[in-house]
């Protein structure tokens, strides 16, 4: 009867153990699904912002109160950018990301993509603080550029389709 008590104590232990471990894991990986959500919500406001500065500055009379609005913000998204990507929020944790490994292989070289945005963006709020409307199209230019060239090197294809 003691043996049988023990041993049933022993089972419960063991099932305790395992249930927090489930738990410890999915609370870990509900903490990475919000953290690449977040990403993309800010890479979505980034991209609306600067789609409604150039479509700003594409006309002969911009107005300025919103491209300047908008170019703080960008500059804003722009230094906040590589806080978006904590080690560990990459594929391979079932949620959908386009963020590929080398971010996190290579970490000093996507730095260099991330400052060159940030330069970029200082740039481009300089020109509409001037009210320069020639520079500001050169500067929003650039700052499109730059977009480009990270997500050619970092961004990849869905992880749904590639997971690696
Ligand atoms: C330093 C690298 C880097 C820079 C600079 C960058 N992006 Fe991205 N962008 C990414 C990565 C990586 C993702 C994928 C994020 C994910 O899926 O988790 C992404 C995703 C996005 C998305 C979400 C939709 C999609 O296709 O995945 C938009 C929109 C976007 N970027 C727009 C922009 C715009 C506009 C700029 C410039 C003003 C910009 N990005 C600059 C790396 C960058």
């Known amino acids: 009867m003691g043996i ?3 041993r049933a104590i022993g089972h419960m232990a063991t099932i305790s153990a ?3 471990i489930g738990v410890a894991g999915s609370a870990r990986a509900t903490g990475i699904a919000q953290i690449i959500h977040a990403r993309q919500r800010h890479f979505h406001e980034l991209g609306k912002t600067a789609h409604s500065l150039r479509d700003q500055i594409g006309r002969s009379h911009p107005n300025w109160l919103v491209v300047t609005a ?3 913000r960008i ?3 722009a230094s906040a ?3 978006w ?3 560990g929020s ?3 944790h079932g949620v959908d990301t ?3 490994t080398a971010i996190w292989i290579h970490p000093q070289e996507f730095a260099r993509f991330a400052r060159l945005i940030l330069r970029r963006a200082q740039n481009l709020r300089q020109a509409v603080g001037s009210r320069d409307l020639g520079a500001a199209r050169l500067r929003a230019r650039k700052l499109g550029q730059s977009c480009d060239s990270c997500h050619r090197r970092f961004r990849g294809s869905s992880s749904l389709w590639h997971p690696w």
């Open 18 to 20: 395992v249930l927090l």
């Open 75 to 77: 500059d804003r998204l």
């Open 85 to 87: 990507f904590p080690a």
């Open 81 to 83: 950018l590589p806080s």
């Open 98 to 100: 386009r963020a590929r």
């Open 4 to 6: 049988r008590i023990d």
């Open 70 to 72: 908008d170019a703080n």
């Open 90 to 92: 990459g594929k391979g």
